[in-house]
């Protein structure tokens, strides 16, 4: 799946696995700024469809403003 | 009707008074009988024995017209005036002066008010064992109606009422009004004929049948069993609103929806504009804060995983490995430092037991070394010549000799 299809919901079940694993450990440093990297797109990913939301609603309510 | 007669052909057509004599003998044939009626007008006429009534039925448009004699009325229904309702006995008569017929009456009966009450209390009980008032048959009312159909008295208050107090609650209303006669006895046909035109309007998506408060005797019409029927069969939803709150002509138990008077009608029939709009807003404030309050705590979720230090602090990733490389760097310091101490401790042992091979010890004894100028030290006699210099190397400093002679 894309990034661009994610959900919300996938994005941040996906993140939460990302930070869990993060805190473990274990991981070689390669993996683990890979998985730092793929933590900060979630989080944008998840910021967007937030950002988003309130924009639509910004919109409706300006729309339903000028009825 | 003793003997057969010959049929009438264009040839040999029958005379009228031929035909008039038939007709007469058959409109006699039905003989006495007892008929139910209202009266729709009287006429006395000054001088005259004879009265004429014109007796309607109540539910359709027909009448009849009735004679009597002025001691039949006089004795059965002295108070009698149009509108009431009479059962009388009489018998058809062809009149073959005028080519008319009318009911000669012998004798006439008011019905009174109890006879009456007591017909609509059989009535309403044959329509309610027959279903008519069943809840189940009932239609629902559209929530919005398109248009109203409304049957009403011309100019009435009821008219007012329902219009006036529809428009209040829902000022876009649309109404389509048939006014009728809403007593006498034109009344039942009038209202059923406006109910077949409103029934087969399509915009027309609800019907109110209106009348303000009156007599008992002037709510009849609204208890008629005709209208009863008609307004069950109709396929648009019927309300009724007749007279005042106590009032319960037959009518209101048949209606899909009885309202206590004309003014009620209009609370049942649309909603009110502001009542919604309000609900509406209140539906859309908890709406806004569902959402909006789902939106905040989403935003803090993210927040905190991305405050986490795992995600916020991703320099920790590489400090952690930088402490671990020093901390290497200084094991293996510490390691080469070790191996440089124990190779020194070697070189002086081993310096030392150099030092334990020292010809210094033997010198100490009074043994000398001695060399030659080319440094060979001299161990036979014959490795010097008479002459020769000789480095003389003693425990304590060293001397210069010659060699006088050798052996």
């Known amino acids: 799946m894309t990034d661009e299809k994610l959900s919300y919901e996938q994005a941040r ?11 473990a450990g274990g991981t070689s440093l390669e993996d683990s700024l890979a998985l730092w990297e793929r933590g900060e797109q979630l989080a944008d990913i998840c910021q967007r469809w937030l950002d988003g939301a309130r924009e639509r609603i910004d919109t409706a309510r300006a ?4 009825q | 009707m003793t003997q057969p007669e010959p049929k009438s052909t264009a040839a040999e057509p029958w005379p009228v008074r031929v035909v008039s004599q038939k007709l007469g003998a058959w409109v006699a044939k039905l003989g006495w009988v007892w008929v139910d009626g209202q009266v729709a007008q009287i006429s006395r006429r000054p001088g005259s024995t004879v009265v004429f009534l014109t007796l309607r039925d109540p539910s359709a448009d027909l009448s009849l017209t009735v004679t009597a004699h002025r001691d039949v009325l006089d004795a059965g229904a002295p108070e009698l005036s ?9 018998k058809p008569e062809f009149y073959p002066a005028r080519g008319t017929l009318s009911l000669r009456a012998d004798e006439i009966r008011q019905v009174g008010l109890g006879e009456l009450l007591a017909r609509l209390e059989r009535l309403k009980k044959l329509l309610a ?4 008032f069943a809840r189940e048959r009932k239609r629902r009312l559209p929530f ?5 159909g409304l049957i009403t008295g011309r100019a009435s208050a009821a008219e007012r009422d329902v ?6 609650r829902w000022p876009a209303v649309d109404f389509r009004v048939i006014n009728v006669a809403v007593q006498g006895p034109t009344s039942v046909p009038q209202i059923i004929d406006a109910l077949e035109v409103l029934d087969n309007d399509d915009t027309v998506d609800v019907i109110v049948l209106a009348r303000g408060g009156g007599s008992v005797e002037d709510l009849l019409p609204f208890s008629d069993e005709a209208l009863c029927r008609a307004v069950f069969g109709a396929r648009t939803p019927v309300v009724s609103a007749i007279g005042h709150e106590t009032d319960a002509p037959l009518v209101d138990y048949v209606a899909d929806l009885r309202a206590s008077t004309p003014t009620d009608a209009a609370k049942r029939i649309v909603p009110d504009l502001a009542e919604e709009r309000q609900l509406i807003e209140s539906a859309r404030g908890r709406l806004d804060r569902s959402v909006i309050g789902l939106l905040d705590r989403e935003t803090q979720r993210i927040q905190a995983w991305r405050s986490r230090p795992s995600l916020a602090r991703p320099e920790l990733l590489v400090d952690q490995r930088a402490a671990e490389v020093t901390a290497l760097r200084d094991r293996s310091a510490r390691g080469l430092d070790h191996r440089l101490r124990r190779a020194e401790d070697g070189l002086r042992h081993t310096l030392a037991r150099l030092r334990g091979l020292s010809p210094a010890a033997t010198l100490d004894r009074g043994y000398a070394i001695v060399q030659r100028a080319d440094g060979l030290v001299v161990r036979a006699a014959d490795e010097v010549k008479t002459d020769d210099i000789l480095r003389v190397r003693l425990a304590k400093g060293e001397l210069r000799a010659g060699v006088q002679e050798h052996g």
Do not use: C, D, F, K
């Open chain 1, 13 to 23: 079940t996906e993140l939460a696995t990302v930070v869990e694993r993060l805190e």
């Open chain 2, 163 to 168: 219009l006036m107090n529809t428009r209040r």
């Open chain 2, 129 to 132: 064992a027959e279903g008519l």
């Open chain 1, 63 to 66: 729309a339903r403003a000028e």
């Open chain 2, 82 to 90: 149009e509108g009431a309702r009479v059962t009388l006995h009489a």
């Open chain 2, 144 to 148: 919005l109606p398109q248009r109203i």
